[in-house]
């Protein structure tokens, strides 16, 4: 963890220097695991580099947010210059957007920690601007609900060397509050200018094999990339340290492994899954028994397990929680904003592994909000959570390389008839529906 957070001064933007870095750092540790066929694969990406963004209030006050604490572009945006006025359409529900006439206009909208009310699901960052740019709006203004002046970033766009439409910015909540204020009282013109740099890059995966030569294998995987500022402790330095103690905890017991164990360090996740769909691309998916994906996991101590609709996985937690006599959480929904979501499109069982609070109590630890901010960094995690969640993930992935534990591939009419109108919804609004 100290390594991967020490890199470039913990940017692991993808495509960048850190990447790289910590790539490397990864292979290292495969190396001294002594795993086998250790492999870094590189492939292109569009990349992106952050330059400044400010946000100038012309009316009903003359301020200017400059700040890192106080605003932040938003990777994937365009450099661009837009002076018009500001329109809050709240957390952004599709009857926001509705609502409001946001046509040539900066559009201020926030996350919700919740599932908006009369609603059945959370909208994404980039379900809102897109939905912003089908009305028309000319820029996007983003915050998340957490106090102390961290706005959080993320990728507008998913899509190799795909650049946002209209220029976006992060914003702290209390920036976002005093333009509420301001809109609520009336009309709020403002200039939002944005400098930076989008061009072709590359990243790479890493990968090791643990077990027998066979050629079904299970995939353990976890993203190398994080963003450009924090440290990216969480998301996902945690996923990768997990993914090297797996390695570590299997290699004893090598010998009784059933089917091969495949680890990969993905690149790229943030930008949209883009070293997961290139090992898709350049691999046989038939082969892969299913995939176990560590990501934003170890600032709490309950392992929490996302099956993504796949029958006969929850059997293989029940048990490991059972024999350990440990809480384990097993979601059944669907999961769309990690590596493993390319593999469920496709048919192929994809488990997310996070990890979860059993009470309500907020703090630096709980949930996952502070994970795209400054405010990821190492000091908030405790050793202790990573071990108690490294036991059960290598026992499960032990009982998932069992030959006779079978695990059925999924149709790909049997995977869209799993998708209800509102996921299906947020997949076509961010051009991520991949049957059409």
């Known amino acids: 963890m100290e390594e991967l957070v020490d890199v470039a001064d913990g940017n692991r933007m993808a495509g960048q220097r850190g990447e790289k870095e910590a790539a490397r750092f990864v292979k290292t540790v495969f190396e001294d695991l002594e795993l086998e066929n250790v492999e870094v694969d590189e492939f292109e990406i569009g990349g992106w580099w952050r330059d400044s963004a400010s946000l100038r209030l012309l009316s009903p006050r003359d301020r200017t947010f400059s700040s890192r604490h106080e605003i932040i572009a938003l990777p994937a945006t365009p450099a661009s210059t837009v002076r018009t006025e500001i329109v809050d359409v709240g957390v952004g529900t599709p009857g926001d957007f509705e609502q409001a006439d946001i046509e040539n206009k900066i559009v201020l909208v926030g996350a919700s920690d919740d599932i908006p009310r009369g609603y059945d699901r959370r909208f994404h960052r980039t379900e809102k601007y897109h939905r912003a740019i089908d009305a028309g709006a000319s820029g996007f203004l983003y915050w998340a609900p957490l106090e102390g002046c961290l ?175 440990i809480p384990i959480e097993i979601d059944p929904s669907l999961a769309l904003f990690a590596d493993q979501w390319p593999f469920v499109e496709r048919g192929i069982p994809g488990l997310e592994a996070k990890s979860i609070r059993d009470d309500d109590d907020r703090r630096w630890g709980l949930g996952r909000l502070w994970s795209h901010t400054d405010g990821d960094t190492l000091d908030k995690l405790d050793n202790r959570d990573l071990r108690d969640l490294v036991v059960p993930l290598a026992a499960s992935v032990f009982k998932l390389s069992e030959q006779d534990r079978k695990l059925q591939h999924k149709t790909q009419s049997d995977v869209k008839a799993g998708i209800d109108s509102g996921t299906e919804e947020a997949l076509r609004i961010t051009n991520r529906w991949p049957w059409e």
């Not at 330095?237 to 360090?265: H, P, W, Y």
């Not at 290139?278 to 990501?295: E, F, P, R, S």
């Open 151 to 325: 706005p959080s970033t993320g990728w507008v766009s998913f899509t190799f060397d795909d650049i946002g439409e209209i220029p976006a910015c992060g914003i702290s909540k209390e920036v976002a509050e005093r333009l509420k204020r301001y809109c609520g009282d009336g009309e709020v013109i403002g200039e939002l200018q944005i400098q930076c740099e989008n061009a072709p890059t590359t990243s790479q995966n890493v990968s090791a094999a643990i077990g027998p030569d066979t050629e079904e294998e299970v995939l353990v995987s976890a993203h190398i990339d994080a963003h450009d500022i924090g440290e990216g402790a969480v998301d996902n330095g945690t996923g990768c340290a997990l993914l090297g103690e797996i390695g570590r905890l299997l290699s004893q017991f090598e010998s009784q492994l059933e089917t091969k164990v495949r680890l990969i360090a993905f690149g790229a996740e943030e930008a949209g899954s883009l070293g997961a769909k290139h090992w898709l691309a350049a691999n046989n998916g038939d082969d892969v028994k299913c995939i176990l994906n560590l990501d934003g996991i170890g600032h709490e101590r309950t392992l929490d397990v996302c099956t993504c609709q796949f029958e006969g996985v929850e059997a293989v937690f029940a048990e490991v929680r059972e024999e350990l006599q």
